[in-house]
């Protein structure tokens, strides 16, 4: 990819710029040949666990939550952003040199081409799911009614949904900057060990490329269609979930702040000293994981929106250093981000992890374990607690963040009983 009259990103003729693409070439030379292997690892897990994700999070104690509904949205784009590169490594990377099987024909690189635009129509989806997300809930917190318009399901599906239209419509410009070519002087044909095929066959080769059309005018339709991917594709979405991430934890620390003067907590465990810390001991794990999220978003995401950027201004330099020296990693980048949901949630959660072995073990299996884990008493005591949370409030269902109410919510569900309706959803977040 040249386009002429570009700005030189790097100076060749410095020592110190050769020593660093001289790096840069050991490395990709190390990492290339393990990439396609690493990358169907994660696939297969991420399908796996996204997958058990969608059924946790479709549970009806689970699904009737706006922000449930929001990480039951990722995940599907997650799956299929794994199933497309899933395909795509398999086909290009692990098979290539397969002999007998030709690599580049032309209904393989249609799927190619459809490969880069719904990956990118995908991962650009999630991220602008997990801006919503943190919308909604920074927006639960500042309403006064426990049961608000931001909580309702019926809201969050017409949020996703609206997010998949305009990300599509943003997308197309995608399928208008690559074409598909035949390459001149080129043809594939079968060893001679292969069998099925007919004396002196061949095949036509074809190759991906920047369109005509796009590289007028000094690439200005490609370099145009860059600096939205970097700019409204990664970098906006990123520093608004900066925001908005930075805006609930403190939100949550006041609410932490008013809890303790409701539960007349000795003014020695304030909460300048455990910030993150809740009543009972235990570590706020939503404030957490929070702060986890925000940093997978920013260490996958943010790189490659500041990588967009560059191409759009050095277009030749960065195609052919950058990216042909790190493009593996910053595949394995978002393949990582869109794995990572269920580890967190699972770590994180002890509502999500009931709900999850209520899922994956038969119900007549959790009933007995459920029996001989907890005592009568502690049994009794669980089932009182859930009849008081039901009458308090029977269309509100908690978030997959949300603590286990019979570990954290237990001893002081008196008191937020009596409480006006703002600390009743503190317990939310």
Not at 100 to 128: A, D, E, G, K, R
Not at 200 to 216: G, K, L, R
Not at 362 to 374: D, E, I, K, L, V
Request: charged share 15%; net charge positive.
């Amino acid at each position: 990819m040249e386009c002429p009259h570009d700005a030189q990103l790097f100076d060749t003729d410095s020592n110190s710029t050769q020593a660093i693409l001289r790096k840069l070439a050991h490395f990709q030379r190390w990492y290339q040949p393990i990439h396609g292997y690493v990358c169907v690892l994660i696939c297969v897990f991420g399908i796996f666990t996204n997958f058990v994700h969608v059924a946790v999070l479709s549970r009806p104690n689970m699904r009737n939550s706006a922000v449930n509904c929001i990480l039951t949205a990722v995940a599907v784009c997650d799956i299929g952003t794994m199933a497309s590169y899933l395909i795509y490594i398999i086909h290009f990377v692990l098979r290539r040199n397969n002999s007998c099987t030709p690599t580049f024909t032309h209904s393989w690189l249609q799927f190619l081409l459809w490969h880069v635009v719904l990956s990118i129509t995908l991962h650009t989806t999630s991220l602008w799911l997990a801006v919503a997300m943190a919308f909604i809930r920074r927006m639960t917190l500042r309403v006064t009614a426990l049961n608000s318009q931001w909580q309702r399901p019926k809201f969050a599906w017409k949020l996703c949904l609206i997010i998949y239209i305009i990300v599509f419509i943003l997308c197309i410009p995608n399928m208008l900057v690559h074409e598909i070519a035949k390459v001149e002087g080129h043809s594939w044909k079968p060893s001679p060990s292969c069998k099925g095929f007919p004396t002196n066959y061949t095949e036509p080769v074809y190759t991906f490329m920047v369109s005509h059309a796009a590289t007028i005018n000094n690439c200005r339709l490609f370099k145009w269609n860059i600096w939205m991917i970097g700019i409204l594709f990664k970098i906006i979405p990123c520093i608004l979930l900066i925001f908005l991430s930075f805006g609930l934890v403190a939100k949550i620390r006041d609410a932490e702040r008013h809890r303790r003067k409701l539960t007349s907590v000795p003014s020695n465990a304030s909460t300048d000293s455990k910030p993150l810390k809740k009543k009972n001991g235990t570590p706020d794990r939503t404030t957490l994981m929070l702060v986890v999220i925000l940093l997978v978003f920013l260490i996958t995401e943010f790189p490659q929106g500041i990588i967009s950027i560059l191409c759009a201004i050095f277009t030749t330099d960065v195609h052919k250093y950058l990216y042909f020296y790190i493009g593996d990693v910053l595949d394995l980048l978002s393949l990582v981000n869109s794995s990572v949901n269920f580890v967190l949630y699972c770590v994180m959660s002890s509502r999500y992890r009931q709900t999850f072995w209520e899922v994956i073990i038969p119900s007549w299996a959790y009933a007995m374990w459920t029996t001989r884990r907890g005592s009568p008493t502690e049994l009794s005591q669980l089932q009182m607690n859930n009849s008081l949370r039901l009458g308090r409030k029977q269309s509100y269902t908690p978030l997959a963040t949300e603590p286990d109410p019979g570990r954290d919510e237990e001893c002081s569900f008196e008191a937020s009983m009596s409480d006006n309706q703002n600390s009743s959803r503190e317990h939310q977040l």
